[in-house]
């Protein structure tokens, strides 16, 4: 497809020595090639930095090993601002590419209506074992949102055949894999130069990116033909038993996500399922997840910086409160 703008590939390590070579492997045959790609490795304990440094050769590479682990969101940061061009792919380093992946999310963003689009989604398949073998199961077709606040990626463990085969707006992408515009990620980044908020550490900072864009107006294009597949770690559908720092996490920012960025029409017009959602979580917290109450005093400590980065979001706004309520309905 000539003509298409250019764009660099962002992707975040922790422990991923066992499917990066795939990830980067695809991402090497990828048609119209990327002009940079920058592995961040979160101070990985099994030779991720190795693993991504073999693809010296067959990739424009630049390879940065943090001292610790800093996050996905700050790593992700921090790959941003080392490359330059108009699109920059975020790329989980267990998703794998198809070859036209990222020229078929191009050619949806030049499409009709295609400008106002600050993020391009593909369909995410699930994958399976380091070489990233493709399964019969949808993964992601855009992230869709609900009263409660919640946000969830459409199709996940669903059976793949024939479902959401239809371009759409959707709400927003994964950060495993989705196309976003840099025009966009610069007008939505907060003061502090932070694309993803930092304060998210991990999970959750996708949602609230999507929701910042959403109310400067920038939407989300779903692009089927788009196809790539994912070794999900965390499988929604599987629950998080067994997983105390990812459910601290996740409880933390189901908090911060909303201070971020709903505004009183929200909370008026998707009463009283927030609540109901938030009673729950909290009830939980206080008996069979009791690893998760940590998170609800950390939610409270950033109170202050949440309430200042609403105000920010919601006073830069140039899409409507029923604009952007809508996708919540």
């Not at 990066?20 to 048609?31: F, P």
């Not at 998210?200 to 089927?224: I, K, N, S, V």
């Not at 601290?248 to 399922?273: K, M």
Request: proline share 6%; glycine share 10%.
């Amino acid at each position: 497809m000539p003509g298409l703008p250019a764009y660099d590939v962002v992707v975040v390590a922790f422990d991923h020595a066992d499917t990066l070579a795939a990830s980067l492997g695809a991402v090497a045959a990828l048609d119209p090639p990327p002009a940079a790609v920058v592995v961040v490795d979160n101070a990985s304990r099994d030779g991720s930095a190795a693993v991504a440094r073999a693809f010296a050769g067959r990739l424009p590479l630049r390879v940065v090993q943090e001292r610790g682990n800093t996050g996905f969101a700050a790593a992700f940061n921090r790959g941003v601002r080392m490359t330059r061009s108009p699109w920059v792919l975020s790329l989980n380093p267990d998703c794998a590419p198809r070859h036209d992946f990222v020229a078929r999310l191009l050619a949806a963003a030049a499409g009709e209506g295609g400008g106002r689009a600050g993020a391009v989604a593909g369909r995410l398949l699930r994958a399976r074992g380091p070489s990233l073998e493709e399964e019969p199961v949808l993964d992601a077709a855009g992230m869709i949102v609900t009263r409660s606040g919640r946000h969830l990626d459409r199709g996940a463990g669903e059976p793949e055949p024939g479902r959401y085969l239809t371009p759409d707006w959707v709400f927003g992408g994964t950060g495993a894999a989705t196309l976003y515009r840099r025009q966009a990620l610069q007008d939505v980044a907060y003061p502090d130069s932070q694309v993803l908020a930092e304060g998210f550490f991990a999970y959750r900072e996708d949602a609230e990116l999507a929701w910042r864009l959403q109310w400067r107006g920038w939407g989300c294009r779903y692009e089927p033909s788009a196809v790539a597949v994912h070794r999900r770690g965390l499988r929604p559908e599987e629950g998080r038993g067994g997983k105390t720092a990812v459910n601290r996490h996740s409880v933390r920012n189901r908090f911060l996500l909303r201070a971020h960025c709903a505004d009183l029409g929200w909370h008026l017009r998707c009463f009283p399922n927030w609540l109901v959602r938030d009673l729950l979580v909290v009830a939980a917290c206080l008996t069979v997840e009791t690893s998760s109450l940590p998170a609800l005093v950390e939610a409270w400590c950033r109170r202050r910086d949440a309430r200042s980065r609403r105000g920010w979001v919601l006073g830069r706004a140039t899409a409507s409160s029923r604009e952007v309520r809508r996708w919540f309905c």
